[in-house]
């Protein structure tokens, strides 16, 4: 069984950083994407970032420019760097991953809150 384990999360002031990271169980390269989801209270979970097996990226329109995806290989770990944090981003993160045959995984989310 795939297990995605996140970390990171945390209390920050708006205008702050996070960076949140994923680790999987297995090779990553046995995903064809891997990707972020949040979820605020009382909202549907949504698309933060994702990225494919081969590097394409793609973000959801209120965190480009501010948030970023990326990968190591070698760590079987995916991060997403969080930057000029705004209160609307807290929302419980959750790491996602999909085989090419549609399996999917999820991992147990890790809280953030942006907050003065």
């Known amino acids: 069984q795939v297990q995605l384990v996140e970390s990171g999360g945390g209390l920050v002031q708006p205008g702050g950083s996070l960076r949140l990271s994923c680790a999987a169980s297995t090779s990553i390269f046995s995903f064809d994407r891997m990707g972020w989801y949040r979820q605020a209270p009382g909202k549907q979970r949504e698309l933060v970032a994702q990225?494919?097996?081969?590097?394409?990226?793609n973000y959801a329109d209120a965190v480009r420019g501010r948030f970023t995806i990326s990968k190591d290989n070698a760590k079987n770990t995916v991060y997403l760097q969080m930057n000029n944090l705004k209160p609307e981003d807290t929302a419980v993160y959750y790491c996602n991953a999909a085989t090419p045959s549609l399996d999917d995984y999820w991992g147990q989310g890790t809280q953030v809150t942006v907050s003065s």
């Open positions: 990225t494919r097996r081969w590097g394409s990226n």
